[in-house]
DNA sequence: AAGCATACCAACCGCGGAGGT
DNA sequence: GACCTCCGCGGTTGGTATGCT
């Protein structure tokens, strides 16, 4: 155990990342991949210390991140998969494809808990709206597969993310949460024009009905089978519960929250 | 137009877990 | 088993953009 030294601090870059500094990393991550953050810094050349470039790469690099504003289907699913993992973030962000963790907890933070807050008068109403912030440094050399702001629909896992964290069918697990979420009466939002894909709605359903094959919560420590047996871990508490609870929902449509 | 208040978000910090020696 | 190193996570913060007066 113990804590990581800290980063030699002496000569190396903190703050902002530039575009040059993006493009020498996403460079050298196309390249070499991502083995060892504290040797990439050297290798690629840059002075940042090795948890920075991942930070740098896992919450703004990577091809798969999806930026732009978060559609309300995701809103619905954090907070869903809050009420359930709680300030799990990682976890949360994996069922959210293309969404960072560090992205779900600000919008958690700066959205979401208000959201959840019991209703304010009006005069404690949130003052004003932020415009979508344009997408600054987002480095060109990216090979990025991202079209600018979401537009609702959450999209299948791409076959990285597959790899890191098997979540490909439970990715969308939420999603009859989310969609019982739709009486929600706190929503405020001015995007009333998002569209959902019907089809990936109902496939992602069948799968997460169709779940006792290994591709389910495998990655959450446990096989999320239909039949599951009792958990024995905790992991394996917290995904029992989590489809326990999803399928309840399902079937009752229960308002949330 | 200017100043202030607020919201947002990128990035940092520190901790704990995992795995190797 | 103890120690070390690396990685990943969650909490927090500081800079900046935006809205309001």
């Not at 990342?17 to 390249?31: N, S």
């Amino acid at each position: 155990m113990g804590r990581a030294p800290c980063c030699e601090k002496m000569g190396l870059k903190r703050g902002p990342w530039t575009a040059e500094e993006d493009r020498v990393l996403v460079a050298h991550i196309e390249r070499h991949g991502h083995s060892n953050w504290r040797a990439l810094p050297k290798q690629a050349g840059l002075l940042r210390c090795g948890k920075s470039c991942r930070l740098r790469w896992i919450n703004y690099l990577r091809p798969d991140i999806k930026r732009g504003n978060f559609s309300r289907e995701e809103e619905d699913a954090i907070i869903q998969l809050h009420q359930m993992l709680g300030n799990r973030w990682s976890a949360i962000a994996a069922r959210l494809p293309g969404r960072t963790d560090n992205e779900i907890k600000n919008v958690w933070h700066t959205h979401l808990k208000k959201r959840l807050e019991p209703t304010k008068p009006a005069s404690q109403a949130p003052k004003r709206k932020r415009k979508p912030k344009q997408q600054q440094q987002q480095p060109e050399a990216v090979p990025t597969t991202l079209e600018g702001p979401t537009t609702g629909a959450v999209v299948p896992v791409s076959p990285e993310q597959s790899l890191s964290t098997s979540t490909t069918s439970t990715t969308t697990d939420y999603s009859a949460a989310a969609s019982s979420m739709e009486n929600a009466d706190s929503f405020t939002s001015e995007e009333e024009d998002y569209q959902i894909d019907d089809s990936f709605w109902s496939e992602t359903l069948a799968m997460t009905v169709d779940s006792s094959d290994n591709s389910g919560m495998q990655a959450e420590g446990s096989t999320f089978g239909a039949s599951s047996s009792a958990p024995s871990t905790n992991e394996d508490d917290m995904d029992f519960w989590l489809k326990l609870f999803m399928q309840a929902s399902d079937m009752q449509n229960l308002p949330q929250i």
